[in-house]
């Protein structure tokens, strides 16, 4: 059974940091592309941070500069280092693991950026 399991999230002022960790079980970790997706309310769910099994790594343009994400396959753990957070970074993140047609998703952790 696959399973991936999301932590870190929380409430933090804006300019604060958060990082958010996702452990994955049940897969062949270091063969798949892993993301950190997000939704705000209202919003449709988007791409976030992603890193392929050869370690390059995507970013949308609203986050270069301010997230990193990385992955530590010994421990089939993906993180998302998240600095310099703005309001408009609240959201509802999803980690994501993707190989092919097989695609599977955490359960999700609460980031709200607020004074």
């Known amino acids: 059974q696959v399973q991936l399991v999301e932590s870190g999230g929380g409430l933090v002022q804006p300019g604060g940091s958060l990082r958010l960790s996702c452990v994955a079980s049940?897969?062949?970790?270091?063969?798949?592309?892993m993301g950190w997706y997000r939704q705000a309310p209202g919003k449709q769910r988007e791409l976030v941070a992603a890193?392929?099994?050869?370690?390059?790594?995507d970013y949308i343009d609203s986050v270069k500069g301010r997230f990193t994400i990385s992955r530590d396959n010994t421990k089939n753990t993906v993180y998302l280092q998240m600095n310099s957070l703005k309001a408009e970074d609240t959201a509802v993140y999803y980690c994501?693991?993707?190989?092919?047609?097989?695609?599977?998703w955490g359960q999700g952790t609460q980031v709200t950026v607020s004074s």
């Open positions: 994501n693991s993707r190989l092919v047609s097989r695609d599977f």
């Open positions: 049940g897969i062949n970790f270091s063969v798949y592309r």
């Open positions: 890193i392929t099994s050869g370690r390059t790594t």
